[in-house]
């Protein structure tokens, strides 16, 4: 009980020597206030690119895997995947006998072309190649108007679906659908309109607004033939079911490929997992850089409060002899000090939250869906405590190392 009453008056004496000197105590957090500043809107921004990512690959969906030639993340020497033969059309075709426990497969292939409406042109859109089970392996669907139907594929008809940034660009206000647009050197009826999905291309990834959907077959006749590459999206019956679904799926290729027990895989098995961890590395290490530059104006704001509890002590020499002539002791004098720069440091974290919270509505209305959650609230009022405790120990040390009879001397 008496060590709390002996806290408790440390605390009033530093909370009055820190009114005492209101303007100084506020220059001293300007560099707490800044790298409070630095570290929450580096933390909000960061959540802010996990949350756009993950939105923008949701419409791949979790329980969706690509059969490629290549993997999307490359991990080792790129020379073992060169000269891997391309997937066919036919290799889909035989997947789709082979695997009946696929809920759907849908055989895509990818060009860049340049896309014109009356005068206005667009350049380097992705054209993809694909059925109408598109929407079934995806989360996608169309806005307005239809997707394709097995018609246009088996037909090979000119039509085609465009994503929300094309029909933005190229028609602005008028209703896209009927109207045809010119797809290289090919007209194309647009039959739909695909809903907004959002963007991954900041990391790399596709955007996924700024592509069109067109049936395969047409896809061959237009812009290749039978030996282009292509990518096979196949869907497992259930997320549970993944990891069996991803063995057999694997066992299956590997007999439409013809491979021997001892031949390696010749084809790669791509998911929204693989995507997930090389952004969760990437961000950690970007988050990691961009916490220690910024802790650079904490530690700034740290010298700077050590300076003041300097001055602090000093000032106040007399007073500190007079509290140990009548009993105080060298942990209640400690004690003082350290709540004294941890207030100061407080205030300033408090301040600096508050100019966070402000940049991170901006940084919400323009750039990404960021929000302070209440563990960085927690890693910042955390942060400021602690920046205030280092600060202030060598000082309060020294106050409480002080001789009282030479502290009452001191003029």
């Known amino acids: 009980m008496k060590s709390f009453h002996e806290i408790l008056e440390s605390f009033h004496i530093a909370y009055g020597a820190v009114r005492a000197n209101k303007v100084r105590g506020m220059l001293t957090t300007l560099g707490i206030i800044i790298g409070i500043v630095a570290v929450v809107t580096t933390m909000t921004a960061a959540n802010g690119l996990g949350n756009r990512f993950k939105e923008s690959i949701s419409v791949i969906g979790s329980d969706v895997l690509f059969v490629s030639r290549t993997p999307w993340i490359f991990t080792g020497n790129f020379f073992d995947f060169r000269n891997r033969e391309n997937l066919t059309l036919k290799d889909s075709e035989k997947l789709e006998h082979q695997l009946p426990a696929a809920r759907a497969i849908d055989p895509r292939s990818y060009t860049t072309q340049s896309i014109k409406y009356r005068s206005k042109q667009l350049e380097n859109i992705t054209i993809i190649g694909a059925t109408n089970n598109y929407i079934l392996v995806s989360n996608a669907a169309p806005e307005y108007g239809r997707f394709l139907i097995s018609n246009d594929i088996q037909y090979k008809k000119n039509v085609c679906v465009i994503g929300a940034e094309i029909k933005e660009q190229l028609f602005k206000d008028v209703d896209p659908v009927n109207k045809k647009i010119k797809i290289g050197r090919h007209f194309f009826l647009v039959v739909g309109l695909m809903e907004k999905q959002g963007s991954a291309s900041f ?67 791509n998911k929204m997992d693989t995507l997930m961890n090389a952004y969760n590395n990437v961000m950690g290490v970007v988050v990691l850089i961009g916490l220690i530059i910024t802790s650079i104006s904490l530690f700034v704001g740290g010298i700077g409060v050590m300076n003041i509890m300097f001055v602090s002590v000093t000032e106040r020499t007399r007073e500190i002899g007079i509290r140990k002539a009548i009993g105080a002791k060298k942990k209640t004098i400690l004690i003082q000090f350290l709540f004294e720069s941890s207030s100061i440091c407080l205030v300033g974290g408090l301040i600096g939250l508050l100019l966070a919270f402000g940049v991170t509505k901006l940084i919400n ?21 602690l920046v205030g405790i280092l600060s202030g120990v060598i000082p309060a040390y020294r106050a409480s190392r002080l001789n009282p009879i030479e502290a009452l001397r001191y003029e």
Request: charged fraction near 20%.
């Open 203 to 269: 990391f790399g990834g596709p955007n996924f607004d700024r592509q069109i959907v067109i049936p395969i077959s047409s896809m061959m006749k237009c812009f290749g033939g039978t030996n282009r590459p292509f990518d096979i999206v196949v869907k497992a019956p259930s997320t549970e079911e993944m990891s069996d679904f991803e063995y057999a799926l694997i066992g299956e290729m590997r007999k439409i490929r013809k491979l021997t027990p001892s031949e390696r895989d010749n084809f790669s098995i």
């Open 365 to 385: 209305a323009f750039l990404l869906p960021a929000s302070i959650s209440p563990t960085i609230v927690a890693v910042a009022l955390s942060i400021s405590i």
